[in-house]
């Protein structure tokens, strides 16, 4: 009879301390967002496929030397210039990253002396289609100027 009893109240104890973290839980603020109508802000520290920087207005900061193409170990990125008439600096014309082969080894941001590229926060990147990967950076950075 009195471990009848002692059950009862075991159960009614662990009831109470289960609906007590239940309750607490609820009231909390969520800690989850509703992606992907609603998407968080990385940390500074987040390492995202990389992007060309831009001066104030607008036009990239690279100026063509090579480097980062050469730096990465995966070949992952493509440059392309022009050297206008007349001119002695080359012109960027095209920079594509192949990012189904970056290890984000952060190898080319660390070789450019001109603050030209750094990581991005970007992480809504889901596709099934490969070509979705091969990223245009410099036309990406053309349409954040427009
Ligand atoms: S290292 Fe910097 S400046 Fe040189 S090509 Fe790469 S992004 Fe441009
Ligand atoms: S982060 Fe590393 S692997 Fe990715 S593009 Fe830069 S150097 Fe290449």
Redesign the pocket.
Same mark, same amino acid.
């Given at each position: 009879m009195i471990a009848y009893f002692s059950d009862i109240y075991h159960g009614l104890i662990s009831l109470l301390v289960g609906m007590g973290i239940t309750f607490r839980e609820f009231i909390k603020p969520p800690v989850t967002v509703a992606y992907p109508y609603e998407t968080l802000t990385m940390c500074a520290r987040y390492r995202g496929h990389i992007e !060309?920087l831009a001066d104030d207005e607008g036009n990239p900061?690279?100026?063509?030397?090579?480097? *980062?193409?050469r730096a990465c170990p995966s070949e992952c990125i493509s440059?392309t210039s022009v050297k206008p008439e007349g001119s002695k600096k080359k012109v !960027?014309t095209g920079?594509t990253l192949d990012f189904t082969r970056c290890s984000l080894c952060g190898s *080319?941001v660390e070789?450019?002396?001109?603050s030209?590229?750094a990581f991005s926060r970007e992480y809504n990147l889901a596709s099934s289609r490969k070509e979705d990967f091969h990223i245009d950076l410099f036309k990406r950075l053309e349409e954040k100027k427009r």
């Open positions: !060309l900061n690279c100026v063509v030397c090579g480097l *980062c193409e440059i !960027l920079y *080319c070789s450019c002396n001109f030209a590229i």
